[in-house]
């Protein structure tokens, strides 16, 4: 696939079991606590040594990550840039991962309720505005769908549900909705999502049989079918370079070939 230009290899990177080993707790593989709970030279370490193994075992250039629980802040923003990454796709507009436990030790996930729903350049120190540094944040494609009150007003945001480009093999007509708000709204791509654990019976929670599995193929296929005319497939790296060209373009000067 790669030889084919038919795919990119990117990082995941779950900082509670990636090598070196710097445990936070005795239980990490239970917590499973994110970057934004780890220290600098711990992120580091793991991003590092996880990006050489990924590099030296395909010989082809990592340039793009998405953050293990969706994490993301502004060590591992610094730390993607410095390791030379164009990209990162771990933003779910619209979603808050903190967790509601009473568990005494909690890793709460980012909250990225309030964060750019379209690819923005990151600003390193403040993720969830536009910046003008390298690395290009292309979030999860997330719609919200309004829900009708219940209830007296309590002058907080409407209650309403997010739609993701994510496939279940039980939500086609809802994957038909989102990708007709991205052509409506204009967006320059959308990004769709699917575990790889996902594409076998058992591999996940919700897919524990080839009739699920099935089903899921069936509405890949009617999918890509549908939007073949409106899209084109490419790597997070294509998009990356088109982003360039299209920006350099816009301000007069040299387009990248």
């Not at 239980?27 to 590092?48: I, N, T």
């Not at 979030?139 to 007003?153: E, M, S, Y």
């Not at 007709?180 to 320059?188: F, M, S």
Request: proline share 9%; charged share 25%.
């Amino acid at each position: 696939a790669l030889a084919r230009n038919e795919c990119e290899i990117g990082s995941h990177l779950h900082p509670w079991n990636s090598p070196p080993e710097m445990p936070l707790t005795a239980r990490d593989h239970w917590y499973q606590p994110c970057v934004s709970h780890f220290p600098e030279q711990a992120v580091r370490a793991k991003l590092g040594l996880l990006t050489r193994v990924l590099e030296d075992t395909f010989a082809v250039p990592v340039r793009s990550h998405r953050g293990g629980r969706w994490a993301l802040d502004a060590t591992s923003a610094h730390l993607l840039a410095e390791h030379g990454y164009w990209v990162d796709t771990s933003v779910t507009p619209h979603v808050n991962w903190r967790r509601k436990t009473d568990d005494p030790v909690s890793f709460d996930g980012p909250d990225y309720s309030g964060f750019p729903v379209e690819p923005y350049w990151l600003d390193l120190d403040a993720i969830d505005r536009s910046g003008t540094s390298t690395l290009l944040e292309v979030p999860v494609t997330a719609f919200t769908l309004p829900l009708d009150r219940l209830g007296p007003d309590t002058g907080g945001p409407p209650p309403h549900i997010v739609r993701w480009l994510r496939p279940t093999g039980r939500n086609l007509k809802a994957l038909r909705w989102v990708v007709r708000r991205a052509l409506d709204e204009a967006r320059p791509c959308v990004v769709l999502v699917l575990h790889s654990s996902e594409l076998m019976p058992g591999g996940s929670p919700g897919l524990p049989d080839k009739t699920d599995i099935e089903a899921l193929y069936r509405d890949l296929e009617l999918l890509f079918s549908e939007t073949s005319a409106a899209f084109r497939g490419g790597t997070l790296s294509d998009f990356y370079r088109e982003t360039i060209t299209a920006d350099r373009a816009a301000a007069g000067g040299e387009v990248l070939t």
